[in-house]
């Protein structure tokens, strides 16, 4: 087990170097930082002062280990747009972030694993054919979409919810609703699955031939066995709902990582884009590694291959 974690520890750090290494030289490419500093309609000699105070006329290699250097020290630069250090902007904004992942990853789960469960049960029955066709509209539908269409019901018509802001829990149930069904098919697709292999085993037969309860044979036995992968699809979704958040930050304007990235592309904010590309990665890698770990313990089978 310890060599397993060893292993998959230093891919983690690979990927997230590569990560890293990727992220800054797309935003290099995207636009000269010194001009972004200096603004439109500065002169040249301006933007070549502060080209060389910022040491953007070095070689990107060197300016990339440099940016590498101070990040792992804790220095992500200052925001050229809200003039204040990177790292306090970012992190007083992430807790937002962190509330509404969990909070949708939760709604996920909470409406895919008994829809996977009745699929799976009732197979090929109307109630499966419903279940499907609930997870390929959540598929089909961009978050984007139903977002506004949700403020056009509860919030226009109805008047049940506020439209944006994060001063409250009400102000998190749309966005939570909006994230959450995006990635619930895939729960829900993987559960049904599960399920209808494991209901097929030897051992399930062999516990109703017992003449157990149906409701402890489904839940008791075949319902943990069935939901080991989810651990590690519930990972990689969780760090898809924190960087996927942008655009249901933006709609319902949450005071979260979402958008504050989109307000630093907005205004070419070269070093908080770059720290919440970076925190972002990191975040993902991590979140992977764990589910890993998980699964190996959970599953001994994956950590003997």
Not at 40 to 67: K, M, N, S, V
Not at 75 to 97: E, H, M, N, R, V
Not at 127 to 143: E, F, I, K, S, T
Request: aromatic share 12%; proline share 5%; hydrophobic share 60%.
């Amino acid at each position: 087990m310890f060599a397993y974690v060893l292993k998959r520890l230093g891919l983690a750090i690979l990927v997230a170097l590569a990560v890293s290494m990727i992220a800054f030289l797309l935003l290099r490419l995207s636009g000269d930082p010194a001009i972004a500093i200096a603004g439109e309609g500065a002169r040249q000699a301006d933007i070549e002062l502060i080209r060389q105070t910022y040491g953007f006329d070095r070689p990107l290699p060197i300016q990339y280990l440099d940016w590498l250097g101070k990040s792992i020290r804790g220095d992500f630069g200052d925001s050229i747009y809200f003039k204040t250090p990177a790292a306090p902007l970012i992190f007083a904004k992430l807790q937002t972030t962190l509330l509404l992942g969990f909070l949708a990853l939760a709604f996920a789960l909470a409406i895919s694993v008994p829809l996977g469960v009745l699929a799976a049960i009732y197979r090929n029955s109307w109630l499966d054919r419903l279940c499907l066709a609930v997870a390929v509209v959540g598929q089909a539908l961009p978050n984007f979409f139903f977002a506004l269409l949700l403020i056009m019901v509860f919030s226009i018509s109805l008047r049940w919810l506020p439209v944006s802001g994060s001063d409250s829990w009400l102000h998190f149930v749309m966005p939570t609703i909006a994230l959450g069904y995006y990635v619930a098919p895939a729960f829900m697709r993987l559960i049904r699955a599960g399920m209808i292999e494991v209901l097929e085993a030897d051992y399930i037969r062999t516990a109703r031939a017992k003449g157990l309860p149906a409701s402890i044979v489904i839940f008791k036995h075949a319902l943990r066995n069935a939901v080991v992968p989810v651990v590690a699809l519930a990972a990689v979704q969780l760090g898809f709902l924190l960087g996927g958040s942008v655009v249901v930050e933006t709609i319902f304007a949450l005071d979260g990582l979402g958008y504050l990235a989109y307000q630093s592309i907005t205004y070419k904010d070269f070093p908080v884009m770059q720290t919440i590309v970076l925190l972002l990665s990191v975040i993902y890698v991590v979140l992977t590694l764990a589910s890993d770990i998980a699964n190996a313990w959970l599953d001994p089978r994956i950590r003997v291959a």
